[in-house]
């Protein structure tokens, strides 16, 4: 698809993205494009793996916002949410757990995950370990956390028909 009429391209023609923290609490148009973005990021994934019970594809915008979680969105020039990652920070067992990485169908294969958790990683999250996981058969996603060096430690099933890669990305010294 091509972008929208409001994007702003630079001297390439590529578009343009402002990476920000998105404040989903106060913001409830924001709120809306992350909970539309994630539907339909979400309904590619079920369709990869095979399995349409993924709790994104239900959850409202309400119970998305009350959720214990920062976002991180990238932001064409008109606004437009096109790619976030919700993560929750570092507790006392000193891991980045990255709850969410989606991106709108519309701007696949542009390097926006891959940019967003590389901002999160270094800009907001510098220290710990950092934790993620994504359907099994989830392929793209799989190739995206190898790339970026994350290792996978494991594979569960946490209800049935549902199995999900678990991956690590190691920071600190064991």
Known sequence: MAPSASSEFNSRGTTVF??????????????ASVNRVGRRAYAVEAELIGFDGIPGLQESVDDMRGQPLRWLGAVAGGGQIAAFVAWQSPAEDNIVDIDRVCVDPEWFRCGLASRLIRHLLSDLAPSGDAHVSTGADNSPAISLYEHLGFSRIGTTEPVPGLHMAHFLLRRTQQ
């Open 18 to 31: 402002d990476v920000r923290e998105l404040q989903l609490e106060h913001d409830d148009a924001a709120a």
